[in-house]
């Protein structure tokens, strides 16, 4: 019952997270600034951004339910916290400040802080469910170069 309740609490959080940031990117992706940028050529079609962070998101509330389950401390919630900030955070340093350099170095902290759970919480009990940041981990990878790509050629 406890697994239950943990991950309706972490989707409720996660999704909440994606709420807060797609609201205050504004018109994100639509917006003239975003539409008149030098974008990567493997910048994937609008609607991909979705489908991977509605993935991402239902996967990392899985991991983080058993994390939560088998250890539980300070420190984790503190490194949580880190990551949903900084996630909820890029999408207001982008796209509403447009803070290019600085939502890169965002970007890129919050794939350290997934990398750091992915290789830090790995035991014995969750060896296997470290496995579900791997979507998290692969997409942060894209959006990092995507950025990046942004950054070097604007």
Same mark, same amino acid.
């Given at each position: 019952m406890k697994k239950i309740y943990l991950l +309706?609490?972490?989707? %409720?959080?996660?999704?909440? @997270?994606? $709420?807060? @940031?797609?609201?205050?990117?504004?018109?994100g992706p639509t917006? %003239?600034?975003y539409t008149s940028l030098n974008q990567a050529p493997w910048t994937p079609p609008g609607w991909v951004f979705g489908v991977a962070w509605t993935l991402i998101m239902i996967c990392f509330s899985i991991y983080l339910t /058993?994390?939560?389950t088998y250890?539980?401390?300070?420190? +984790?919630i503190i490194i949580y916290s880190i990551a949903l900030f900084l996630n909820v955070s890029w999408n207001y340093i982008f796209f509403n400040q447009n803070l290019v350099n600085? $939502?890169? &170095?965002? #970007?890129?902290?919050?794939?350290? %802080?997934?990398?750091? &759970? &992915?290789?830090? &919480?790995?035991?014995?009990k969750l060896s296997?469910?470290?496995?579900?940041?791997?979507? /998290? #981990? #692969?997409w942060l990878c894209i959006a990092t170069s995507l950025n990046g790509y942004? $950054?070097?050629?604007?």
């Amino acid at each position: 019952m406890k697994k239950i309740y943990l991950l +309706i609490l972490f989707l %409720v959080i996660n999704f909440g @997270g994606l $709420a807060i @940031g797609s609201y205050l990117m504004n018109d994100g992706p639509t917006s %003239v600034w975003y539409t008149s940028l030098n974008q990567a050529p493997w910048t994937p079609p609008g609607w991909v951004f979705g489908v991977a962070w509605t993935l991402i998101m239902i996967c990392f509330s899985i991991y983080l339910t /058993y994390l939560f389950t088998y250890r539980t401390s300070k420190f +984790i919630i503190i490194i949580y916290s880190i990551a949903l900030f900084l996630n909820v955070s890029w999408n207001y340093i982008f796209f509403n400040q447009n803070l290019v350099n600085i $939502a890169l &170095f965002t #970007i890129i902290a919050l794939t350290l %802080v997934i990398l750091y &759970f &992915f290789i830090s &919480f790995g035991d014995e009990k969750l060896s296997k469910m470290k496995y579900l940041l791997l979507p /998290y #981990i #692969i997409w942060l990878c894209i959006a990092t170069s995507l950025n990046g790509y942004i $950054a070097f050629n604007n």
